[in-house]
């Protein structure tokens, strides 16, 4: 469970909506058997769950799971739904898959990843039905959301575990897309970018956990001795934005 505080000095929103989760109906053998195995699966019906207990909301957005013939992960503020494509899950699947050399391993690296883009997702839900400030590019500000919940709001150090699969992935991808000049005028940071700064969130919060970001070579020393204060003001920016939001 979240340890989320309480103030009764904030104003508190009206509690009268949901996530929802929703199947969309797929149009290929693909799409049903991904269909099949993501009901098994539970994992996003356990999120929502989640989500439901922790975050007060003021309408029902949607968690479709769906077949959207791109791999892709969104939120739609016209339908207040955060869309999962099962083409993408697909796409990150493969990925580990190859990465790993079928390790049976890769499963727990795609669904760790599969966590840190979810969560993304939710954090552009949050900022548009709560109508949140952001300082920076709203994407960046997404990756950030992640990261704490993986870091602040996630038990054990699975939440961990999610961010340095999700960062493993951003480096993977940097070093298959190369960086064409679209990266340039693209809503997100660089692939490159969002490894070092979810990396740094992630060691800022638990260095001794990911000691072995800065000892393998993966997080620079010159980098890493800034993470501490970098995830010290992001958290504290969080837990603040979102306070009344909470139940």
């Known amino acids: 469970s979240a340890n989320t505080g309480s103030s009764s ?21 693909f799409g049903n058997d991904f269909e099949q195995n993501t009901r098994n699966w ?52 493969a990925l580990f898959y190859q990465h790993l050399n079928g390790d049976p391993g ?12 979810f969560y993304h997702e939710v954090g552009h839900a949050l900022i548009d039905v709560y109508e949140l400030p952001t300082t920076g590019p709203e994407e960046d500000a997404a990756d950030s959301f992640s990261s704490y919940i993986m870091a602040d709001l996630t038990s ?5 575990d999610s961010i340095y699969s999700a ?11 190369g960086v064409p000049n679209s990266a340039f005028w693209d809503t997100h940071s660089l692939n490159i970018q969002r490894y070092y700064n979810i990396s740094c969130f992630s060691y800022g919060s638990n260095p001794i956990y990911n000691q072995d970001l800065v000892d393998d070579g993966w997080l620079p020393p010159a980098r890493a001795m800034w993470c501490d204060k970098e995830y010290t003001q992001q958290k504290n920016s969080w837990f603040e934005i979102l306070q009344p939001f909470f139940k």
């Open 156 to 160: 054990g150090t699975g939440g961990q």
């Open 167 to 177: 960062a493993t992935w951003f480096w993977n991808e940097h070093y298959r897309q």
């Open 9 to 29: 000095s904030v104003q508190k929103i009206q509690d009268i909506g949901n996530f929802i989760v929703v199947y969309e109906e797929p149009s290929t053998a």
């Open 106 to 117: 890769y499963i727990n690296e795609t669904n760790r990843v599969i966590e840190f883009i």
């Open 42 to 93: 539970g994992y996003f019906e356990d999120q929502a769950q989640w989500l439901n207990s922790v975050f007060r909301l003021p309408y029902d957005v949607g968690i479709a799971l769906a077949e959207c013939g791109t791999a892709n992960a969104y939120y739609d503020h016209s339908q207040r739904a955060i869309f999962m494509c099962y083409e993408f899950i697909n796409e990150i699947d």
